[in-house]
């Protein structure tokens, strides 16, 4: 990596800098010259979202006059203290909605594709911290990185709300922010040396999840032309939530607070405290969900940004038709002992004895010993239940459409680490190798996502061939210890039970 960093730098002459300041149409932005490339930090693609304008769609950002420094990162989203986080946790505020951008070149012979991160962490957590560290620019992109509203600031339905909405509809202003950054993205991304013509989004958990919604929002039609999905699909395995349903928790929120849910109680949860709110999100529920911090990973149909069932839209081809990458590791994330029964007769309905004859989990005390690759059985339910299924049924249901398709799996398990959700980051973002254990040299999926970036096709002479994901023979790269294996039929026997994408 430092030897590719040495090289790159030496496309400028000895002594000099590439330039670093742009105009963009907000007014102009400097930027820092580093590792052969140029770094711009917290540009606002949106003005704060404060006070009365909590809970709104974002407004577009306000312009200055002078040079603005892009040095510096932006504060994360509100969100709470989960210890992975405490970072982003530590230097948060409602006053978030800004992006990053790295880019190769200002000036390239030919526009450059551009990739645009989506955070994960549960939709009520992380930020694009770090993000534009990465190297992934080397391969002749354009990276960009952006922040959305998290939790309850960006999730949260109230019956106040869908008044005051014309299009009644409330609930998914973290999509709006992210459909403001694409739009962004769409003004701007020239004068970094993008092309506004090939915009990848690519993100990790309910990143992916939220770029899987914004395949079938008729809001964001236009905004990009390739989807690559880490470990997340537009549901997450889970049922979607009625805009009612999403109400009944913003009730909650206003219970807790002693307001009502009237104007006059919304008017008062905009005038409380950020961090107020957020502590008395902590005890938020809604009925029905295998875990509560799944709470705001459950995809909201709101009428407007989401207007139907994702897979009713997906199965009638009103979808982006943009290529798609959707994949996940061999293991994931966990499921408590205590509540692995109740996990699988809720995921499995009226197909949950059958469910439990392929587990081998005749009993709710009587729990398998773990197989060497998948892991535990609390990892086999979590892995095909929210993960490995849905992307199974997703790439089913963009085939059938005609669309092109591209499934995963990474079960290069490094044994110097724990090794389950999050895992393929390192060969994403920093060009980590999968496979060097066999007798070829290993391979990133970053070499195959830059390639789906330029091409809409993951495939190119120097790397194994990954046959797309067809109606009748469902492919799917393995990405092993000794290197890609082409397989067919994920976990065909448990994902024929389920049906949520």
């Known amino acids: 990596m430092l030897l590719s960093a040495l090289l790159v730098s030496s496309a400028w002459p000895a002594g000099a800098a590439p330039a ?34 909590r809970w709104r769609a974002p407004r577009p950002p306000l312009s200055w006059s ?59 957590a992380g930020s694009a911290r770090g993000v534009v560290d990465s190297g992934i620019t080397r391969r002749g992109v354009v990276l960009v990185a952006l922040q959305y509203r998290l939790g309850v600031f960006g999730f949260l339905s109230h019956p106040a709300l869908t008044r005051e909405s014309a299009a009644g509809a409330a609930g998914n202003f973290a999509l709006l922010d992210q459909i403001a ?12 040396g993008g092309d506004p013509g090939n915009v990848t989004l690519f993100g990790h958990s ?24 880490e470990s997340g699909t537009p549901g997450f395995g889970l049922p979607p939530r009625t805009l009612a349903a999403n109400e009944a928790i913003g009730r909650q929120l206003a219970a807790a607070e002693a307001v009502g849910d009237d104007a006059r109680g919304l008017r008062a949860l905009r005038a409380r405290d950020a961090a107020s709110l957020l502590a008395a999100a902590a005890a938020l529920q809604a009925p029905g969900l295998p875990d509560q911090s799944y709470l705001w990973l459950q995809s909201v149909i709101d009428g407007r940004v989401i207007p139907r069932q994702p897979q009713a ?13 959707v994949g996940s590791n061999v293991r994931e994330l966990t499921v408590p002992d205590g509540r692995l029964d109740a996990f699988l007769r809720q995921a499995f309905g009226v197909r949950a004895e059958r469910a439990r004859l392929l ?65 393929e980051l390192p060969s994403v973002l920093d060009d980590q190798p999968l496979g060097s254990a066999g007798a070829a040299p290993g391979v990133s999926l970053q070499a195959y996502w830059v390639q789906f970036a330029r091409s809409g096709d993951p495939n190119a002479d120097a790397l194994p061939r990954w046959p797309r994901f ?20 994920l976990r065909a026997a448990p994902c024929a039970l389920l049906e949520r994408i």
């Not at 963009?24 to 304008?53: C, E, V």
């Not at 950054?181 to 970094?192: G, H, Y």
């Not at 839209?313 to 990458?325: M, V």
Request: glycine share 8%; with cysteine.
């Open 66 to 124: 002078g040079q603005r420094s892009a040095s510096s990162a932006a504060a994360a989203c509100m969100q709470q203290d989960f210890g992975w986080n405490a970072p982003d946790a530590a230097h948060d505020s409602e006053d978030c909605l800004y992006l990053d951008v790295r880019t190769p070149s200002l000036h390239p012979r030919r526009a450059l594709p551009v990739m645009v991160w989506v955070h994960g962490g549960g939709n009520r």
């Open 359 to 423: 587990y081998h989990f005749a009993r709710a005390d009587a729990i398998p010993p773990p197989d060497a690759l998948l892991g535990s059985l609390s990892e086999q339910l979590s892995a095909d239940v929210l993960f490995k299924c849905p992307a199974v049924h997703l790439a089913a249901l963009r085939a059938a459409a005609g669309q092109s398709v591209w499934q995963y799996q990474v079960s290069d398990i490094d044994p110097e680490r724990e090794f389950g959700h999050a895992a």
């Open 470 to 489: 067809e109606a009748q023979q469902h492919n799917y790269l393995d990405f092993t210890a000794q290197g890609p294996r082409l397989r067919r039929d």
């Open 313 to 325: 839209l997906l199965r009638a081809g009103l979808a982006n038709p943009a290529a798609l990458i």
């Open 206 to 229: 309910s990143g992916a999840e939220d770029i899987g919604l914004l395949l079938v929002s008729p809001l964001a039609r236009g905004l990009f032309t390739r989807a690559i999905e």
């Open 20 to 53: 670093s300041s742009v105009h963009i149409f907000q007014g102009r932005i400097q930027g820092t010259a580093i590792d052969g490339a140029i770094i711009f930090r917290g540009i606002p693609f949106a003005q704060p979202p404060l006070g009365s304008w």
């Open 181 to 192: 950054a694409l739009r962004w993205v769409q003004a701007n991304i020239a004068a970094f």
